[in-house]
Every structure is written in C-alpha cells, then in structure tokens.
C-alpha cells in the first residue's frame, strides 16, 4: 500500500531542495548589489577620544605672525688690539661698566720691545754719525778758510811786487824779465785764490743739502721711533666709549693676534631687538611694519626698522626699535616675544592650527561626518596663517568638523572609522 507524502508548508517549505537554487539567485543578487553600492575608499578604523577635532567658523583673521628676538644694544663697538701679544693682565671683567678710555687689559710683546731697543740704537748711531759729519764738514771749513787767508796774503804780495816792477819798468830801471815774472806770480796767485773762493762756495751749497738730507733722515727716525713707542701704547687696550664691557673673551697668558676680536662694548643709551623669521614671510616683511609684545602684564611696541636680505639656515633677520616705553630691568640678551602685524584684520573661514599642517601642507583634510561615525578625506585651499588659525579659501564651511592632530598614522587611508 502507498504512502502518502504531505507537502511542506511554512518556513520547512524554504529550505526543500527545490528552493535552493532561489537561495542561491538571491544571495549573488545581494552580492552584486553590495559592490555596486559599497565606497571603494581606503579604510582605516581609528580611536576617536585620541584625535584633535575642531570645528570651521568665519571670523575676524588677524595676519599676524610670532616671532623670538633677542635684545641687543643700538650701538656696539667691537674691541681688537692693533699689536698682537700675550694677555699679561686682565684689568676689567666681563658685565662691568666702563668709561672711555678705561684700561681694560693690557698685553706683552718682547718683539716690539726688541724693535724699540733697535730703533733706538739706531737713532744714536744716526745722530753719531751726523754729528761727525758736521764737524768734520766744519773743519774743511776752517781748512779752506786759512787757505783763502794765506792765498789772500799771496795775492796782496805778489801784487804790490808786480805794480812796483811794472813801475820801474816802465822807467828800464829793471829787465823785462822781471817784470813779466811777477805779473805771472801775481795772476797765480788770483787764480788760485777765485779757485778757493769758488770752492768755499761749492761745498758750502754740498754741506747744506748734505746737512739737510742728514737731518731729513734723521727727523724720519725720530718719528719712527715715536711710532714705535705709540704701538708699545697699544698693548694697553682700553674703552672706546662710555658703556658696559658685553664680551671679554680672552684668559692670561693667551697669545691674541693684531685685529682679532677679543670683546665688545655696549652702548645702554638705546636698544634694539634682533629676531630670527621664517623665510616663507620675506616678501611680506618690510621696514617700518608694527609689532607688539608683552611683559610683566604690559604691553609694549615695536617698529620694524631694518630687514636684512641674506638667509641663513632658512631664516631672516630683522631688527626692531621700541616704538614707545622700554620695559624696566630691560638686559642684553632677553628674549622678547612679539606679535608681528602683516596686514589689516579681515572675515574669513577659519581653522585652528594643528599638526595635521606638517603631514599635509595645508592642500587636504580629514572632515568628520555629520552623524559623527567617521571622517572623510577632502581637498582644500589654505592662505595665510596666524598662531591661531589657518585661513582657508577654499574646500570647507563654517559649521563643519574637521581633525587638526597629528595624520602620521592615517597612512594613505581616505576614510576614517571611529
């Protein structure tokens, strides 16, 4: 006899053998419909509470930027001997104040001794030998003068014997003979007298220039030698001017080179503050912005006054002038912080600062959501910037989220899952 076999109803009915092919359409429907629809975006799961998130908001963006200085004096007079020499006593130390021509420190050279010792030696034996020359220029002086004398003598002679035979010859008491001979000794005689006259005359005109040029020379050495005893003055250093001792960087027994720097003296009367900036502002900073600065709870202005064109090490320097009142117990080497003002204040979207900048450089985003859940990667445009805020031109609205910390651990993920 056959049995009967009741038909399956309900939820038995689903899973017969006949229905697993519908199982089966309908699980590669879902499959289908899931990659159609799904995001194809890097995904990375991250922990919320560990995260920076601020909100976008427009207001007033201030286009300032921070800045270090350091103060320095106005004025600085930089100290380098003018002789080299070994630091023999330090009269003055560091940090104290001075007055022009103060002794500060004096040094030793047994060379320059040496060069005045010979100079001097030299100098006798110069004013020796002139004064040899003289006398012995004085003695041919002397020696010429009793030739003209005695030559004088001759002449006067030998003339009166030539005009007494002139006489008597006229008259034939004497021979013609000893006439001409006495004419002839008589203008001897005259011609070696105009020649002793004529050399007393040239050697006068030889000692003078002679004289002269001996103490032309001398007068040189002279003034060499004060030369030389003003450079054993300038083993001496002493105060330029009036002000504080900044720098003394010497010890004892230290051997210091001519035109060394081996200190510095600071003028108090003003100062003025030196400070380091970005060269990403170079363009935008000139002489004559304003800048503003607190200290002990007050505040206080400054004025850019000169901007130095070289850039070391990815920095400019500019130095300040107070634009008003200087703070009390103001000291070399402070550190002052100041606000620098580039531009006038103006609405605009904000975001505040963040590390996310360095990763990123201000071209995208992590914006959270708006059920919270996560946070999507998108693309904007960053202007100016301030210690505060970014400003930002494009790519983000006010109202929304966004992350601020630090993407070193987001990789290249575009989405973000709490």
């Known amino acids: 006899m056959d049995?009967?076999?009741?038909?399956k109803k309900g939820l038995a009915a689903a899973f017969t053998r006949k229905s697993l092919p519908y199982w089966g359409l309908g699980l590669l429907a879902i499959f289908i419909l899931w990659l159609v629809l799904r995001d194809g975006s890097p995904t990375l799961r991250v922990n919320g509470d560990s995260l920076t998130i601020n909100e976008v908001t427009r207001g007033e963006f201030n286009d300032y930027i921070r800045v270090s200085g350091q103060v320095q004096p106005m004025t600085t007079v930089q100290i380098s001997p003018q002789e080299g020499g070994v630091v023999e006593k330090i009269i003055i130390e560091e940090g104290s104040h001075v007055r022009a021509g103060d002794e500060i420190l004096r040094l030793s050279n047994d060379n320059l001794d040496?060069?005045?010792?010979?100079s001097e030696a030299e100098l006798a034996e110069k004013e020796n030998i002139l004064r040899n020359t003289l006398i012995s220029m004085e003695q041919q002086k002397l020696s010429l003068r009793q030739d003209q004398l005695q030559l004088q003598s001759d002449v006067n002679r030998l003339r009166r014997k030539y005009l007494q035979n002139k006489s008597?010859?006229?008259?034939?008491?004497?021979?013609?003979?000893?006439?001409?001979?006495s004419k002839e000794d008589y203008e001897l005689a005259a011609g070696k007298l105009q020649l002793v006259k004529d050399r007393a005359k040239q050697d006068s005109l030889y000692r003078a220039v002679e004289i002269d040029q001996m103490q032309e020379s001398l007068d040189n050495m002279r003034k060499n030698m004060l030369m030389i005893r003003r450079r054993k003055d300038n083993l001496t250093i002493k105060a330029p001017i009036d002000g504080e001792l900044g720098l003394l960087d010497v010890v004892l027994g230290q051997s210091v080179s001519a035109g060394t720097k081996i200190g510095q003296i600071n003028n108090l009367d003003s100062y003025k503050i030196e400070a380091q900036i970005d060269e990403h502002y170079i363009d935008r900073v000139t002489s004559g912005l304003s800048a503003t600065f607190q200290r002990q709870n007050d505040s206080y202005d400054a004025v850019i006054r000169k901007v130095y064109p070289e850039v070391r090490d990815g920095k400019f320097k500019?130095?300040?002038k107070f634009g008003g009142e200087v703070p009390d117990n103001i000291r070399t080497g402070q550190t002052y912080y100041l606000n620098l003002q580039l531009g006038q204040p103006e609405t605009a979207v904000l975001v505040p600062r963040g590390t996310f900048y360095q990763k990123?450089?201000?071209k995208w985003i992590f914006v959270v959501s708006p059920d919270g859940g996560k946070a999507v990667r998108r693309e904007i445009r960053i202007g100016r910037q301030n210690p505060q805020y970014y400003e930002v031109l494009?790519?983000?609205n006010p109202g929304e989220k966004v992350i601020t910390s630090d993407y070193d651990s987001f990789g290249d993920n575009e989405v973000l899952v709490f």
């Open 114 to 118: 040496l060069q005045i010792l010979n």
């Open 360 to 362: 990123t450089g201000g």
């Open 3 to 7: 049995k009967i076999i009741e038909k």
């Open 394 to 396: 494009d790519g983000l």
């Open 168 to 181: 008597l010859y006229k008259e034939k008491l004497i021979a013609r003979e000893d006439y001409l001979t």
């Open 318 to 320: 500019a130095d300040f």
